[in-house]
């Protein structure tokens, strides 16, 4: 049996080993958990967008209208830095709500007057304290520091939502 040799100059071999290196780092920069929470965290804020949207759109309630455009505008803003966390980490994102926030949005959409505004003020409290407390979860035990460090970022403003959101709901009806 002959044995074929192939001789590669040690810089070549060690340029390839550094770039698979470097290729296999960035698959396993962020684990499963952190890939989640951003996946998550992104479509959950582009629900929130939307439903500011239908706040502003369909409420005759000023008070709704403005909280609306506070949480349209914060939103958008942690989603832009949310995407460019998760490109950075290489993960992707969906470019809608999850199909059960989409469905949320039709109900939401569905309704009017004193009735449609009863539903956001509660969709809002309840969006907010599920977002809350991933963030939370996030924040602690996350595992990449840039994903842990986004979330405590975020915290405050979700927690300032909440509030407002509780506020608005105490004004509108349960």
């Not at 044995?3 to 684990?31: E, K, N, Q, Y």
């Not at 582009?46 to 000023?62: I, P, T």
């Amino acid at each position: 049996m002959k044995t074929i040799r192939f001789t590669l100059p040690l810089a070549a071999l060690a340029a390839f080993a550094l770039r698979a290196s470097s290729v296999f780092a960035d698959d396993a920069a962020v684990g499963s958990t952190d890939k989640s929470f951003l996946q998550n965290a992104y479509e959950d804020g582009l629900a929130e967008v939307k439903a500011a949207e239908l706040g502003q759109s369909k409420s005759a309630n000023a008070e709704i209208k403005a909280f609306s455009d506070h949480i349209a505008a914060d939103h958008a803003k942690a989603n832009a830095e949310l995407k460019s966390l998760a490109d950075s980490k290489k993960v992707s994102l969906s470019e809608s709500p999850s199909l059960v926030a989409q469905a949320k949005g039709k109900l939401l959409d569905a309704k009017s007057g004193d009735s449609f505004d009863k539903a956001f003020a509660e969709a809002m409290v309840s969006d907010h304290k599920k977002a809350i407390e991933a963030f939370e979860k996030a924040a602690s035990e996350g595992k990449d520091p840039d994903v842990k460090a986004f979330a405590a970022k975020i915290l405050p403003t979700l927690k300032m939502h909440l509030s407002m959101a509780e506020d608005l709901q105490n004004k509108v009806g349960k």
